[in-house]
Nanobody, 124 residues
């Protein structure tokens, strides 16, 4: 089994930055592509960014491009999301997710492992 734990969320003023972290444990050798999703109250869980197992390819939702950067450190079983120039619409619970097999997919159902989420609040 794989366990994912997010951290780094908090309260930030619009225009500020946060760096989210995801720590993986358990059968980490089973992890391929990893991703960040977010969910605001009353809204669907939304894809934010993903990264391939080796980190050679990344994908972002349009609103994140140019502001967010996804990265991973496989030696330490960590994934990160650097969020710059945060906007109020970025406020949500951010979830770390991982696939048991490699596939470029952005849907919630395309991921096998999930963290508990970390809250990001952006004030105007």
């Amino acid at each position: 089994q794989v366990q994912l734990v997010e951290s780094g969320g908090g309260l930030v003023q619009a225009g500020g930055s946060l760096r989210l972290s995801c720590a993986a444990s358990g059968r980490t050798f089973s992890i391929f592509r990893m991703a960040w999703f977010r969910q605001a109250p009353g809204k669907e869980r939304e894809f934010v960014a993903s990264i391939s197992r080796t980190g050679d390819t990344t994908a972002y939702t349009d609103s994140a491009k140019g502001r967010f950067t996804i990265s991973r450190d496989n030696a330490n079983n960590m994934m990160f999301l650097q969020m710059n120039n945060l906007k109020t619409e970025d406020a949500a619970v951010y979830y770390c997710a991982a696939q048991a097999v490699g596939r470029l997919i952005k849907s919630v159902t395309g991921y096998d492992y999930w963290g508990q989420g970390t809250q990001v609040t952006v004030s105007s």
